[in-house]
């Protein structure tokens, strides 16, 4: 636990931004004397924005926040706040995007636009093309999700019937420098896939949008098509960007965490994606490996991955994907000592639950038999939750106000 | 591809069994001066007892082998050669098999009973219970079977309606001794699993055996519930057990393989069970690391998992689950440099196809892609053999001879 709740506090928004604004480049900025405009998008926008405007003190004059509903927590000096819809974006939306949009008039090259960008920034901030609506943009999501595209597909598709995504924000600054603090929440740290990339060269073209279109036999009118077949900024010279917390950020702390308790460290992957409860018995293979050759390492050790499994719900229970990675690895680490896996989302808030995952270990399904509980037909089930619940195994952090995916801990004691 | 060809050697029949009549256990029992009678019994059971025969160099005077039709390849000294039906024991396993107790007959505590054991050993070797016919046992299996029971499972339930399985093969040895070497086809090498044990104690009881009755339903006549209550021997004082080609063995001769040709390695894992696909989509999130942040292992490396996964089939097409393993494995590596995912099944025969498994890279989805070929959708029609044939990434080995389960293998070069 100790080890998952430090990796999570070095990727908190306040953490991450101080981090950022610490880096030699946005020094250089601060020493040009120019205007510092603070524009912050997406769910944590309130979050990075406030740590911002403190540690600059005073540097901050101007700026807009576009959070979601309830998310934002107070005046913070002269910056607006505006609150719009997510995962929907609505007319809020558009009136924050407008006024962030005004703030960028009149500025010089030796101003910059502070921009804060974390998950949730692609709803938040959105001016679509001309003779695109938000319906339209709605309506196209809405397809692509029901064909079960990717977020890297939607955002492809969004960015272009927008005109401030796909590196477009950027291009509507003029002279002044746009300097980009992301949190990512995107796996891989694609940056122009981050809220759809507003400040950042977009790395899909026509083509591609064009053949995901065809990929999932979208329908749109032929306005869209044709906003479609416009081409996004390929190169932009005046940003600068810094990822700041990201899962390789939370799988990094996790593992110096760990390392500092006295274990051995192995990081496997960041950019986990497939099937949560596979995931768990892989996991769990690993564990039984330790276990009876002390491969791939010698206990104690820690193995860490990170990223965003998936679930693909059949059942009618309640849980989440890191419930699911927990009680699947339950099952196959049935019966070893000392072993411990522990998969918690870094938001605090997996699936539709107030739990940010499960810990478990070798005696987890013996406890859950006792009670009388199928540990197989629950997770058949996708009952995680209650699985978990009533043996004691789930982890519950509050909404932590960040959100960097998730962290898979295996944790192997010494038993010699 | 060397390095797969050079650790399927290392668990061949013949090295295998040579390397356990090397051990002292065994030059021990030759040192009594005793008769040994060989019973070899599986599909590898004609070149276990080759190797035997022939490396022991005429101390082996009697016994039988019971192998699959067609696996037979000619006469042995005075050992009489039994061909059956598998996977369904006919009138043939129950001939062989009483052969095979005859030679048990008188023999004294100098003397040693060489029990040469290979996958598909359950059905190859079988006296029912008195008042238990085989076709009972195969309407037991073929409800088991039906309802998605494990191969422990079944194995759990078959060996107490057996008269020489679950240890009692040994007990009908009497006074001699059995020295038994196993070729492992079961994952983590759960001896009393091996061909469902015959000369191994029983781990599971009459308890484990109603439950798994109960959780699939099955229904049985009562004479067969009594027999299913008889308990199998806890303890056995005249066995001695060789593991000795087993999934580790693969993996280790892989490791030492790579190792020898400057990889450093790292094994994950040698029981790995998770479904193929989502194993693919891990491993190559493993590979996406090294490539980006040299976690868990600089290049050169090599990371090698061995086990069994499976393939629950949805679609209509061609393949086996270490073809499906790789063809995921190549969209998840897509576009890296030097990374390359080999999986094969150690018995050359993956799936019902004439391929091995796959090797892909970071170009053959490219490559796919350039013939017309929709990777993801000839994933999901499960037809991975015709995806990975049409790109010439198909490991064809041919039989080999040897069935100790799948290594896979993920190479990462070096490119700095």
Partial sequence: MKVALEAIDAVLPE?????????????????????????????????????????????????????????????????????????????NTLKGTEKALKKLRGLSERDTVLFLVSGGGSALFEKPKEGVTLEDIADVTGQLLASGAGIVEINMIRKRLSAVKGGRFACLAGKAHVFAVVLSDVLGDRLDSIASGPAYPDATTVKDALRVIRKYGLSLRPQLLDTLREETPKELSNVTTVVTGSVKTLCTAASEAASKLGYKTLLLSTTLDCEAREAGAFIASIAREVNSTKNPLKPPCAIITGGETVVHVKGKGKGGRNQEL???????????????????????????TDAAGGLVDGSTIAVLEELGLDAEAL?????????????????????????????TILLCGDWS
Avoid: Q
């Fill in 15 to 91: 953490n991450a931004v101080k981090k950022a604004l610490e880096s030699d480049p946005f020094k250089e900025r601060v020493s040009l004397g120019g205007k510092i405009v603070l524009v912050a998008i997406g769910k944590a926008a309130w979050r990075m924005a406030k740590a911002a405007f403190d540690s600059l003190n005073g540097l901050i004059t101007d700026g807009v926040v576009i959070t979601k509903y309830g998310h934002s927590m107070g005046e913070i000096g002269g910056v607006e706040i505006c609150e719009a819809g997510h995962p929907v974006p609505d007319e």
């Fill in 326 to 352: 927990a009680l699947s690895s339950a099952l196959g680490i049935r019966g070893l000592d000392r072993t411990v896996v522990i998969s918690v989302g870094s938001d605090g808030t997996d699936g539709p």
């Fill in 379 to 407: 997770l058949e089930d996708n009952d995680t939750y209650n699985a978990l619940d009533a043996c004691g195994c789930l982890v519950r952090t509050g909404p932590t106000g960040t959100n960097v995916n998730d962290l």
